[in-house]
């Protein structure tokens, strides 16, 4: 609840056509532009925000500091984008108009987005951050968009120069596939220095990001306090069912001598290993709840059922994990007894460097344990069994 | 301690001439270019504490000597002189500028506007040395702003003391708290001449 007078300083030069945040450097500025605007002037009634541009004819003032947010978000439209950003001077007009604030009591802050090559020298860019420092005005510096050598140590250098006490920021943005709003939101230029967050912060948080960050279930602990309740106990349920289950597979892996055993026992421990990814994401509850009784039921019963929901549930999983696609290849194609398949998977468990390989990976199996190791020797003698059988078995239908 | 009038001290007890400091708003004090936020604040206290070196003192950042030092009074005060204690090696001010009854004013302002009055200072380590103000021009202070441009030579400019002599007076200097505004004028508020002529003044 600082109050505080706020310049927002608007990269509008000729690299904020590009469209690597969506939908273009340019809106994506505009919308975190009407985000702070808002959380200023919800903070806090008497703040004021004022804007201007950087880049265009020349830096241009396009708002003195006001506390009519409908003024602001007018201004943001109709601005033309053109020119290269001159940061110097946006820095200082910005500290001009500051000084001449209404109400000398607020605090001065300047926020700048940074999305194109910086020109200056350094050592120009740190002489104005000592200024700034002189003058007791916080700045908060947005770096996104174009990335040059030199423009981060620049950036870096200045916030050194004008920081006074962690009043003054620095986030960078990097391309992706969340907006810039939604980055900013969880940083201090938001939450304004560890106040704990304003609760427009928390707000526009929970509606923009639709659950995906902050809250575990989609669901605001504040608005809906006994579903969330509801959802974490279930979750925990379902956890510690699963754990039992991972035991069980890996117990039963364990214990099974044959070839074929091992294998199946370790795709069931992966599944498991998968079933317990895919809930630890924040999915729709109905189709973990579905897998996750597809995998308890395969841990439990033969392995040899239930291949058709096997084919249909994993193909999503297996193409994030090569091992565990191979590994489930093996058991479908085990499934079906081809003798062909039938001496690639000896061959594969032959590989004892496989095998090793996808046990480390199991969350409950120590290679180093003997009854382990014992199944392994089992497996080699196993598949040479395997393939005596085997040479046998085309002889016979060959007659 | 040695004062700079002639009699000893038993008489005359010096620290009740340099209790302005109660008069000022502390909370509202401020410095621009202090290293330690807040900082300034220590630096008002009564005239025996003044060389104590134990509390923190006014520091300016590092390679930096310029000061400014905004002082807001309680009530109207007048100011007779005006004592500054500073820092060793070369760190005390060596000038000073004041300013009467201006908020908001940063370094540009400072070094472009003419002060109400300004001094050149001496080293004054024991805090014996009051500099004495054009009193006629510190009649009825509601702020002062006193500007520090230079120090003696060291990388930052310390102040460990700062000690105003006058008087205060019970004037504020608050805008004016309740005003009614009249929208149509009420007659029952104007009873001065309503009981003759019926409103028609009589010229006798």
Known sequence: MVLEATMICIDNSEWMRNGDYAPSRFQAQADAVNLICGAKTQSNPENTVGILTMAGKGVRVLVTPTSDLGKILACMHGLEIGGEMNLASGIQVAQLALKHRQNKKQQQRIIVFCGSPIKHEKKLIEMIGRKLKKNSVALDIINFGEQDDGKIEKLEALLAAVNNNDTSHIVHVPTGSSALSDVLINTPIFTGDGEGGSGFAAAAAAAAAGGLSGFDFGVDPNLDPELALALRVSMEEERARQEAAAKKATEEAAKQEKGEGQPSGTQDAMMTERANVATSEVDNKDDENALLQQALAMSMDDPDSGHETRDTDMSDAAADDPELALALQLSVQDGTKDSSSQSDLSKLLADQSFVSSILASLPGVDPNDPSVKNLLDSIQSQTESQQKNEEKEPKEDEK | ?204
Request: negative net charge; hydrophobic residues 35%; charged residues 25%.
């Open chain 2, 1 to 204: 301690m040695a004062c700079l009038h002639d009699h000893s001290c038993e008489d005359h007890d010096c620290s009740a001439d340099w209790s302005l400091y109660k008069h000022i708003d502390i909370s509202k004090v401020t410095a621009l270019n202090e290293a330690v936020p807040g900082s300034v604040k220590s630096v008002f206290k009564a005239w025996e504490q003044r060389l104590s070196s134990s509390e923190e003192h006014l520091e300016s950042n590092e390679g930096d000597p310029e000061l400014l030092v905004f002082i807001p009074f309680t009530s109207d005060v007048k100011i007779k002189s005006i004592s500054i204690v500073g820092g060793a090696g070369g760190t005390s001010p060596s000038k000073m500028r004041a300013f009467i009854n201006r908020d908001g004013i940063d370094f540009s302002d400072a070094q472009s506007m003419q002060a109400i009055q300004e001094w050149d200072l001496a080293e004054n380590l024991q805090g014996v040395l009051e500099y004495q103000t054009r009193y006629s021009k510190f009649q009825s202070v509601a702020s002062i702003t006193l500007h520090f441009p230079e120090n003696f030579g060291g990388d930052t400019t310390q102040i460990q003391y700062i000690g105003l002599k006058g008087e205060a007076t019970q004037l504020r200097r608050d805008v004016v708290a309740t005003i009614v505004y009249e929208l149509m004028p009420n007659p029952s508020d104007h009873k001065a001449q309503a009981e003759g002529g019926g409103g028609l003044s009589h010229v006798e």
